[in-house]
């Protein structure tokens, strides 16, 4: 079964608005990931976060996670043409080190 | 720059034939999996390795096997092809830390099976 789920599935933004994907998983993990995937091309890891952090920053990027809600966001600031692409979250389940779960992802079309 | 590959972008074989999908990274990562990817259902893993010669089921081995020679090479074996088999094929591979475990992947291999 799916760990992650993604909300929304599709999100539709102008250029230059902030984009924001939730992604909720059912048990305890170890960290989570996040990855783009530009229309059918391989996936490419964005963003780690571990289970003992609340939020982290890279470049236009913040992630956060509340363990208690077992839920995490990924906003894209300030957001460019380029940003559109389906995103999804992975889950790395405690004591799984290596073996990831990935959610259904978000579709994300910005308009130039 | 760190890699991995895939034999195809594409591949049409018609039912029942027996179809190898080859992944090859260059980054001496320990582990390497094998997902399918179909619309409105994610990615889903079939199969993954530790180690050479070691594999483990995934979530949907059913239809699959696999074969890890070489720690660079990860095969994907489909030993009689169906049309539910259709479907983007990404590989992927990481290294061994106890907390960092970003995944690289492949460019996919779309097959059609006819």
């Known amino acids: 079964s799916q760990q992650g789920e993604e909300d929304p599935q599709a999100l539709s933004i102008q250029e230059g608005e902030n984009a924001t994907m939730n992604c909720s998983y059912k048990?305890?993990?170890?960290?989570l990931q996040w990855y783009r995937q530009n229309s059918g091309r391989g996936l490419v890891h964005l963003i780690l976060?571990?289970?003992?952090?609340r939020e982290k920053h890279s470049g236009r990027l913040r992630v956060t996670l509340d363990t208690s809600k077992k839920s995490s966001s990924l906003l894209i600031t300030a957001s460019r043409a380029a940003d559109t692409a389906s995103y999804f979250c992975?889950?790395?389940?405690?004591?799984?080190?290596?073996?990831?779960?990935f959610g259904t992802g978000t579709k994300l079309q910005v308009i130039p | 720059d760190v890699k991995v590959t895939q034999s195809s972008r594409y591949l049409v074989k018609r039912t029942g034939e027996k179809v190898f999908l080859e992944c090859v990274q260059d980054?001496?990562?320990?582990?390497m999996f094998w997902y399918r990817q179909d619309p409105g259902l994610g990615l889903r893993l079939i199969y993954f390795?530790?180690?050479?010669?070691?594999?483990e089921k995934g979530d949907i081995p059913e239809g699959y096997s696999v074969s890890r020679e070489k720690k660079e090479r990860f095969s994907l074996i489909l030993e009689s092809a169906s049309t539910n088999q259709t479907s983007m094929y990404l590989c992927?591979?990481?290294?061994?830390?106890?907390?960092?475990?970003?995944?690289?992947f492949g460019p996919g291999t779309r097959l059609t099976v006819l």
């Open positions: 992975a889950t790395s389940a405690s004591g799984g080190y290596q073996k990831v779960t």
């Open positions: 048990t305890s993990i170890n960290n």
């Open positions: 976060i571990r289970s003992n952090e």
């Open positions: 980054m001496d990562h320990e582990n």
């Open positions: 390795s530790y180690d050479v010669k070691m594999k």
């Open positions: 992927a591979s990481s290294g061994w830390a106890r907390t960092d475990n970003e995944q690289f």
